[in-house]
């Protein structure tokens, strides 16, 4: 099985110029990314102010996004269920 590269995430970004490349992929469900995780964001060194702008840096917002893996629970979906669980 053939490796492929990942993009690399730019250095830098404006909420409203989300790259289309970067998770959420959109300004719109950014927004709500970095209202809901500002906290961790700045901690992560993933979030700047520049003036009056909010500033997502790269490599912060790819460290950020890569703990995430941690918070994710082990799937139980009806294909991996046992017969007698999946009812």
């Known amino acids: 099985m ?16 989300w ?3 970067v998770y959420p992929n959109k300004p719109s469900r950014a927004r709500y990314i970095v ?3 500002r906290d961790e964001l700045v901690a992560a060194g993933a979030l700047t ?3 009056r702008d ?23 979906i009806a294909p ?4 007698g669980e999946a009812a």
């Open 2 to 17: 053939a490796k492929t590269a990942a993009e690399r995430v730019p250095h830098s970004w404006g909420i409203e110029d």
């Open 19 to 21: 790259p289309a490349s």
């Open 35 to 37: 209202r809901s995780h």
């Open 49 to 51: 102010r520049v003036g």
């Open 54 to 76: 909010l500033v997502v840096m790269g490599a912060g917002y790819s460290a950020w996004l890569a703990k995430q893996a941690g918070r994710v629970a082990r799937f139980d």
């Open 80 to 83: 991996n269920a046992t017969r």
